[in-house]
């Protein structure tokens, strides 16, 4: 998708950034507080920024209420209904879909017939493109539900990750800080360029996504009859790609377990081959937003850790529930922030 490709998002970091730095500036000192509903929402201002620019407020409720949809629906039950059964979590996540497609249709007509098409992911959809031609209407609508929740919903469950490795390895959070002592005052002048000298950042980020892949289990239908390894996978089958525990093969990761990302600033490592890193996917249908999410999670970390030094309750019981049902998750989890001197 044209207005994902890392050319779109480098020319668009000042905005990233402001949005991003609203995080931490939001983040209340002195006491533990619940961290991933205060990170969605600011990510799910950056995404529908992203997506929709001056339309994002008008998109905003109603990309929450399908996110909570999404919630609902993933949630275990102990009934596997067939996927036909308009279960009250399925009705209520179709209303969703309804309220907001309702919600985007009238901006699609008003920049088609205006001719202001804008230069964000909608109106990049609104162009023709050498490969699809002019997109009907309805395909647009249709597309932009999911890649709408796709904007904030893993990168929130990531930045949950992150956020409490910070808290975990302080050696590596004044790293990061170090790094990004060096960003301009005002967000809104962050380039490219800066987000490129954030090189330890990038690393943290993506070793936090090596260990914690917040997408841990892909799936794949073979469409013909396959050798992979020594098994035959005969053509239909549904193939479990688990990024989880590839990512945590010491073939392919030296001391696998163990949280270290200096891996990634040797580019001579194992890490650099194509392949050992599957948290974004890979091949045709691997994660279009990866460039959007890598720009996101890396300014949010340098900018909380910037400002803070960021620390897990006191008390004995684990500061969140690992949650795996939507997508490997810190559930519930609490972090106190002080200020950084
Ligand atoms: C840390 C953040 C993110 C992670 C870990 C992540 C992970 C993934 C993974 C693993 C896939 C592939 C699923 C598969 O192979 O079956 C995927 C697909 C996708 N992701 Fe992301 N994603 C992230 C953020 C984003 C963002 C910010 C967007 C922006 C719109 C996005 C848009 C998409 C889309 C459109 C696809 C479907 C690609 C296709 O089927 O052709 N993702 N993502």
Redesign the pocket.
Known sequence: ?RG?RPQAVAARIGEIASGTARFADQWPTGQDVEILPLARRALEEV?MRYLFSEDAPTLLPFASQLFLAREVLVRPSRWAWPRWVPTPARRFRTRQQVAFTNALRPIVRRRRSSGRLGDDVLGQMLRPSSRYGLLREEAILDALP??TV??FE??SR?AGWIMLHLARYPQAAGRVAAEAALLPADPAATTSTHLDSLRYTQALVREV?RLH???WL??RRATRQTRLADYTIEAGSTVLVCPYTAQRDAREHSEPDRFRPERWLDDSGSPAKPGVFL???TG???????A??MA??TLLTAQTARCYHLSEPLEPERSYRLTTFGGLATAGLRLRATLRS
Do not use: D, N, Y
């Open positions: 998708m994902l995404g999911g890649i796709a904007t893993t990168p990531a996504l892949p917040p997408s892909l799936t948290s974004f996917g045709p249908h691997g994660c279009e937003g990866a959007l999410a996101m999670l």
